[in-house]
C-alpha cells in the first residue's frame, strides 16, 4: 500500500501539483547571528575559506572549509538548547527521533503587525482569531509566525538592535504554553534570528519560547524564509538537522512541500 502512495507521491511532486519551497537563507559570512549580552559567549558567523578551485592546490577539485555555530543562519534548535530541556529523552540533534523532522505545518501571518511594530507579540487572542478562519491547529504541528522579518536584507535592520538590545516580533509568555497545552504543537518557527522576540529576556519567564518549547521536548526554527510562500494550513516541513553528536542545534536547509496555488 504505502508503496503506491510514494508512488502517487512522486507523480503529483514531478506534475508541480506539489510544490517545493525553500524556506532557508544563504549562508553567508554577512548573515547576522544572535547578539547575547557581552558578558556572554557569542555565536560564530559563517565563516569560508577555500582549500582548492582546480588549480595548484587541487587540480580537478573545487572544495571549501567553513565554520559557524550550531545557531548560525536558518537552523534547527534542539531541546537540550535549553536548561529546561536538558533532561529529556532524545534531546539532542542526534538523538531526536527522525520522525520528527517531517511534519505538518501552520503559518500565521503576523507580517502587517509587525511591520507596525518591531515587538508584536503573537498572543493566544490572535491564534484563536487565526483558527476562526483556518480551522484549529492540527496536533504536532509546526507553528510558523510570518513576519516577513526575512526582507529585512540589511543587518542592521534584521537585528534591529538599539540600546536595549534587539526589536523584533515573537510569542508572548501565555500563547507558548498554550500551544503546547491545547494543541500540542511540534515547535516553533520564526523568520528574525531567534524563536524568542528580540525583548524576550523581560517576558515571564524570559525567553518564553525557548523555555516552554524545549521544556516539553519540543523544538524550533528560526532564520527562515519565504513563509509568504506557504499556505496557512496543508505544507509538510522537511527540517532534518546535521546528527552533531550531543548537538544543540544545527544550520540546515529548511523545504515545505505546499499544494499549487
Ligand atoms: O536559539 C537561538 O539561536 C537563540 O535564539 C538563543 C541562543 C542562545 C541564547 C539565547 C537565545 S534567544
Ligand atoms: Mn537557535
Redesign the pocket.
Known sequence: MSQNILAQFMAELMSGRIRVVDLTETLTPEFPT?V?PPEFGQAWPFRIEEISRYDERGPAWYWNNFSCSE?TGTHF?APA?WVTGKDQPDNTVDTIPVEAFIASACVIDCSAESRDNPDFLLTVDFVKKWEERHGRIPARSWVLMRTDWSKRAKPADYLNLQEDGAHSPGPDAEVVPWLIKERDVHGFGTESV???AGQAQHLDPP?PC?YYMHGNNRY?L?CMTNLDQLPPTGAVIFSAPLKIRSGSGSPLRVLALAPKA
Open positions: 544572535i547575547l545557531h534548535d538548547h531567534g524563536t524568542d525567553y525557548h524550533g528560526q
